[in-house]
């Protein structure tokens, strides 16, 4: 079903300042739309969308389809649609709804309490901020890991310092309102990535002539590891695991959605920003993944927990400048992930959306508890998987589902050409959704059971057990 076949509802905006109507600054298309007037359009919707899904992460689903062949490849393909429906109907159910709740601080949960009541509503906020934190917390830690790829041997034993810097480094920024006010940076994080993919590739190639012997002298720093007959199949289930897991963790930015969307001078333009997001995302994913396949072919058929493609690559110039533009990006990411977490908890606490010092001392004090997490389990691929496995298939996967059906059946007039069909589809996702989860969470534990995760002890317990 088409956007323009939902009821047609009049948005009301909201302002940083206090929520107030902007009913003098607003305009109205030629179709009747309302435009908000100081909101984002399409074209920054999408791009700092794009902005938010590539980056890091990517480059370990990347090397983890690789090393699994088609069945890794038909996986990420799959999860990736699977998404891009959730997000599109997401957007869907906030057009439904966005009449009554045009002000909302946190429009997941308004979307839930119109869909099944006030405890749907609860039960998603408190999703939705547990799911903010967490995913910030990957983000975060990708700061560090991406400064050791930069500084190579040199910062040897220093994971456990890092993210305290870094904290005190982005925090001004966090204290930005709503993505309309920082939509820029998260621009900036897809330009970053557009750049650093066309160095990684050109890295990948020069390298191709050397990589056996590369990996051959130096296999346990560069991820890269063996694996007897005996294991090669109960790897291959744990990296599928992974890839699933950092999949969802990556694109299922769903708990963000609605505030980015409520953001938009158009909200009911959302699907073709999503499209255009999720297209651009591909475009820049694919072609690594087939860098990766001439080059390194069946020789990457087996990888432990924490390789990404940095690790595959030689410590020149190509890659700490790249990982250097990866690692700007980070900061658009950090900015999108917590801003729902922000706006629920200033709203539950009755803090003006105005700037003040509350939501300086609020931010500051969340990003605080985000680097203490970062201090006890001080590794990238750990987080995004227990993260991707847990907590976000439900936001984006089977809660999108679910709401979409219970609106559409009160306010579809008549049913869509596509309605039987729309049905089977989030029906499936709706069924696969906890199995999923449930092998996701069990490939996590295998791996941290094996120690083939970089998982050791927390930082301030013994920081040099845990920068190993």
């Known amino acids: ?77 799959s999860l990736y649609l699977a998404l891009f429906y959730t997000s599109v109907i997401l957007g869907r ?42 995913n910030a917390i990957g983000s975060l830690l990708g700061f560090t890991e991406l400064t050791l790829t930069i500084g190579g041997p ?92 950092t999949v969802i963790w990556l694109v299922g930015l769903h708990g963000s959605f609605p505030t980015v969307q409520q953001d938009m001078k158009q909200p009911q333009a959302f699907t073709q920003s999503i499209i255009l997001a999720d297209l651009m995302t591909l475009f820049l994913c694919l072609p690594v993944m087939l860098a990766l396949f001439i080059v390194y072919g069946d020789t990457l058929t087996n990888v432990t927990g924490n390789a990404i493609v940095f690790t595959l690559l030689p410590d020149d110039a190509l890659k700490k400048v790249s990982a250097f533009l990866i690692l700007i990006h980070l900061a658009g990411v950090v900015l999108v992930v917590n801003n729902p977490l922000f ?18 001392v609020l931010r500051s004090s969340i990003l605080l508890g985000q680097v203490f997490i970062q201090e006890t389990l001080p590794h990238f691929t750990l987080v995004s998987s227990i993260s991707g496995g847990f907590l976000t298939p439900l936001l984006a996967l089977l809660i999108p589902c679910l709401c979409y059906i219970r609106l559409r059946s009160q306010r579809q007039e008549k049913p869509s050409n596509w309605f039987v069909l729309e049905t089977v589809v989030c029906l499936f996702i709706i069924a696969a959704t906890p199995c999923l989860m449930v092998a996701i969470l069990l490939g996590t534990g295998t791996a941290i059971a094996r120690g083939d995760t970089a998982f050791t002890v927390p930082c301030y317990v013994n920081a040099t057990r845990a920068a190993l």
Not at 35 to 64: P, R
Not at 189 to 209: K, N, P
Not at 343 to 348: A, D, G, M
Request: hydrophobic content about 40%.
């Open 343 to 360: 706006q629920y908890l200033e709203e539950v606490l009755n803090i003006s959306p105005d700037f003040s010092w509350k939501r300086v």
């Open 93 to 134: 159910c906030w057009n439904m709804v966005r009449e009554k709740w045009g002000n909302e601080r946190h429009p997941y949960g308004a979307i839930g309490y119109e869909a099944y009541g006030d405890w749907a509503r609860k039960l998603i906020n408190f999703l939705v901020a547990a799911t903010c934190f967490t």
């Open 154 to 245: 040199a910062l040897q034993g220093t994971l456990c310092y890092w993210p305290l810097a870094y904290g005190l480094l982005i925090c001004p920024f966090l204290w930005l309102g709503t993505p309309k006010n920082f939509w820029w940076i998260l621009a900036n994080s897809f330009f970053t990535v557009v750049l650093s993919v066309i160095l990684i590739i050109m890295s990948i190639f020069l390298a191709g002539d050397s990589h056996s012997s590369g990996y051959a002298s130096d296999s346990n720093s560069s991820g890269y590891a063996g694996a007897s007959d005996e294991t090669q199949q109960e790897s291959q289930y744990l990296h599928l695991a992974e890839i699933a897991g």
């Open 1 to 77: 079903m088409a956007d323009g076949q939902t009821l047609r509802l009049i948005e009301k905006p909201r302002s940083e300042s206090g929520g107030q109507d902007l009913s003098e600054d607003d305009k109205e298309t030629e179709e009747g739309e309302p435009v908000q007037a100081d909101g984002i359009n399409f074209w920054q919707t999408a791009i700092s969308l794009s902005g938010s899904f590539a980056g890091l992460g990517f480059l370990a689903v990347e090397v983890l389809v690789v090393s699994t062949g088609w069945d890794g490849f038909c996986l990420f393909l």
